[in-house]
């Protein structure tokens, strides 16, 4: 028998489930199909030898807009923030980063004319529209307020570290500054890991009513007829839906719409680049060198934090869980050998001889991070991918013009969910 369902949602990550715990509260019957064994996408955390790993380091802003619209949806956010401080590292000289008021004024980093130009960007950060910067690379912005290449490295390595985005000559000045702003408020590293949000959001929508399918691949979305859409499985089962909400990746959604014999779709999803990079995640029994919990590359674009400083991550208080990153440059050749090697010598020079206490590790080489590098002029494409099928709702951190990450992936399900509402009740109201 055909399952029917009033709403299908493709994909059990965070933009999944916040627009089902959303859609919830309606007399909506509503369905998740995951393909995974697990729940959770890139939000999940794998409790490997009693730590837990998420998949690279997450950081959830304070100030960001999936901490409201999660605690809105009652999910506990437990954790704390990391000090703001710790180290930069250029031509293999390391200097306290200028991030906090008194390291502003002690690094070796910068010289008296340096350090000023940085605490002026600094401020213009914290009092831009970023609005103003819509048509700008991030690079362009840069090179407009400071004429300092020192002060301008800086601005992109504190760039990366709040977007993940490695490209300021692509990326847009708009997104990055607003990402900049949020950052500003600091984030929480979360006891347990992102799996406590997935767990939360997964228990509370299977208590209101949603039924969740993992291990279940889509492989075709055909709208069929007004308000009805067919979901063909691979394992060639059926699913009909009145809509559908889709949460994968463009180009896993480029390939569910494609007719046979029909490319007419390929070329804008084509042009989206992912966020990507290399995390080395590790628990270690004890730090070599327990005083340098954070470090960043300022030339090489590196980065290192011990997360488990701040957050319950392991059953074992005093193991150490920390997380090595290098932020890839879009379409940069990655050779996985060279890559690893990279991580490891950078945590050689901040924890010597961390191999002999490891506990566990995992290296993925090349993971994406966002769906979309942003860059000016998304928002006009995005909306019109989104009206292009009535019924079909486009949601996960690619698919909001204004937010990337965490903070992409909630809001643009919490729109999906309140557009759906919305027109269900024009509908209904029109009927
Ligand atoms: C290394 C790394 C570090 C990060 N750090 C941060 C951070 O510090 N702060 C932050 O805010 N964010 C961070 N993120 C980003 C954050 O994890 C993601 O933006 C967010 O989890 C994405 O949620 P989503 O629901 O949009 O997508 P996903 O989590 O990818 O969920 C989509 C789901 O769809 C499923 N799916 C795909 N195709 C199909 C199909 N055909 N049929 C059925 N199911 C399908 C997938 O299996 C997946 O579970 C990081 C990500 C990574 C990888």
Excluded at 54 to 69: F, R
Excluded at 272 to 286: E, F, M, R, S, W
Excluded at 383 to 405: E, F, H, M, Q, V
Aim: proline share 4%; with cysteine; charged share 20%.
């Amino acid at each position: 028998m055909t399952q029917k369902w009033d709403v299908v949602i493709v994909g059990g990550g965070l933009a999944g489930y916040v627009a089902a715990n959303l859609l919830s509260r309606t007399n909506l019957s509503i369905l998740i199909l995951e393909k995974g064994k697990s729940v959770g996408g890139r939000a999940r955390t794998n409790k490997m030898n009693n730590q837990y790993l998420n998949l690279g380091p997450h950081a959830l802003n304070n100030k960001g807009i999936a901490k409201s619209i999660l605690e809105e949806l009652g999910i506990t956010l437990n954790g704390k923030s990391p000090k703001l401080g710790g180290i930069l590292i250029e031509n293999n000289i390391e200097y306290a980063a200028p991030f906090s008021p008194l390291d502003l004024f002690t690094t070796k980093l910068l010289n008296w004319k340096e350090r000023l130009e940085w605490i002026s960007v600094l401020l213009k950060i914290m009092k831009i529209n970023p609005e103003k910067l819509a048509n700008q690379t991030f690079q362009h912005w840069a090179k407009d307020v400071t004429q300092s290449k020192k002060v301008e490295s800086l601005l992109y390595t504190l760039g990366r570290l709040a977007t993940y985005c490695h490209a300021p000559e692509l990326v847009s000045a708009k997104l990055v500054v607003s990402n900049l702003q949020i950052a500003m408020g600091g984030v929480l590293y979360l006891d347990g890991g992102w799996q406590m949000i997935v767990d939360q959001l997964h228990n509370k929508a299977i208590v209101s009513g949603v039924q969740v399918q993992s291990q279940t691949l889509v492989k075709k979305i055909k709208p069929i007829e007004q308000d009805q859409f067919k979901l063909i499985l691979s394992t060639n089962e059926e699913i009909l839906g009145k809509y559908v909400i889709c949460t994968t990746g463009p180009h896993e959604l480029n390939e569910m719409l494609i007719e046979e014999g029909n490319h007419e779709q390929d070329s804008v999803y084509d042009q989206i680049t992912p966020v990507k990079g290399a995390t080395l995640d590790i628990a270690l029994t004890q730090l070599p060198n327990p005083k340098i919990l954070f470090a960043m590359g300022i030339s090489e674009p590196l980065y290192y934090s011990v997360h488990s400083h701040y957050a319950r991550l392991s059953d074992d208080t005093t193991s150490a869980v920390l997380h090595v990153f290098k932020y890839h440059h879009p379409g940069e050749h990655i050779d996985e050998a060279s890559v690893k090697t990279e991580l490891e010598q950078f945590l050689d020079k901040l924890q010597p001889g961390w191999q002999q206490y490891v506990i566990t590790k995992r290296f993925l080489p090349n993971i994406t991070v966002n769906q979309r590098l942003p860059q000016s002029g998304d928002e006009r494409w995005l909306n019109r991918l989104k009206t292009k099928i009535p019924g079909l709702y486009l949601a996960g951190d690619w698919a909001s013009p204004n937010s990337i990450l965490a903070d992409g992936a909630v809001s643009s399900g919490k729109d999906a969910a309140e557009d759906l509402i919305l027109y269900e009740k024009r509908k209904n109201s029109a009927n």
